[in-house]
């Protein structure tokens, strides 16, 4: 499990296979501000715990910028990885020439490397993620500029 006060999605993916294995009907488990509530039915039991009080509605998040290209989509939630392994060359780089079956990254899931192609030929333009950032499934990752399209 991670070190930090709130779990990352590996940490939560392990205890779902944890729980699977073992025998248990019901799991109620917190990691800080976040919990996590599983049941093998479709019934979860009451929640006991009292409402938490009321915030602030938050401001509305600032869309983020129009990429002009094709965006290479994450294939599942996982954790992304432009290299095969910590201290290996990143699979591409922004300017690389890329074919429809290149591998411009992997998807970490539950100790599963699961390799995340470009899609289309062109040239990959830009990452839009983070080395080692957590990312959901058909999260934009990168974006590739098309071949034959200006």
């Known amino acids: 499990m991670s070190t930090d006060a709130s779990p990352n999605w590996q940490d939560i993916l392990d205890l779902v296979a944890q729980l699977d ?4 009907e019901f799991a109620d488990v917190e990691f800080g501000d976040v919990r996590v509530r ?7 039991p ?3 715990r009292p409402a938490p009080p009321l915030q602030a509605p938050e401001a509305e998040p600032t869309p983020t910028p129009a990429v002009e290209g094709t965006p290479v989509l994450a294939p599942m939630i996982g954790v992304f990885y432009r290299a095969s392994s910590p201290g290996a060359p990143p699979f591409v780089e922004p300017g690389t020439t890329v074919e429809p079956d290149t591998t411009v990254g992997i998807v970490e899931v539950m100790k599963l490397m699961n390799p995340v192609t470009a899609g289309v030929a062109g040239t990959l333009t830009d990452f839009l993620v983070k080395d080692g950032e957590q990312v959901e499934f058909g999260q934009p990752l990168a974006v590739v500029a098309e071949a034959g399209r200006s």
């Open 38 to 44: 599983m049941s093998r039915s479709a019934a979860l």
């Open 21 to 24: 294995e073992g025998g248990c």
């Open 46 to 48: 009451p929640d006991q």
